[in-house]
């Protein structure tokens, strides 16, 4: 098995740790005790800009894993899935925050992800 690269590495736990606050922020924001809130307003992990950050986080998975000659159907579920995840609940806090928070940056953020995931030896 290769050793991944020291280069690589910082900026994926940079990312997952991005993507970590994101999900446990979307969980708190969610589950607020004090303010009821409708079921549409909930966070919903397969939300609906879903499809397309999961296609995004595939793109970048299989053009990452390619390149390095190392890709799996194996990693692939959980180096897509979790990206994808990740960038809508990153998405939901944002948009909690702000009104204003871009389609394209979650789709950026959920493509980064897996793509730094596809370039790492599993």
Known sequence: ???P???LVVPVILWT???AAAVI???ALSIRANRPETASAAWNPLGPGFPITATAA???YAVAAVATGHFS???AAFSVLWPA???VALAYAAGRR???WPHWATVAFAAVGAVLYGSQPM
Request: net charge positive.
């Open 98 to 100: 702000t009104r204003s």
């Open 58 to 60: 595939i793109a970048g």
């Open 5 to 7: 690269s020291p280069l």
């Open 85 to 87: 995840m990740a960038a």
């Open 25 to 27: 922020a979307s969980i």
């Open 73 to 75: 159907f194996v990693a």
């Open 17 to 19: 740790a991005a993507a």
């Open 1 to 3: 098995m290769n050793s």
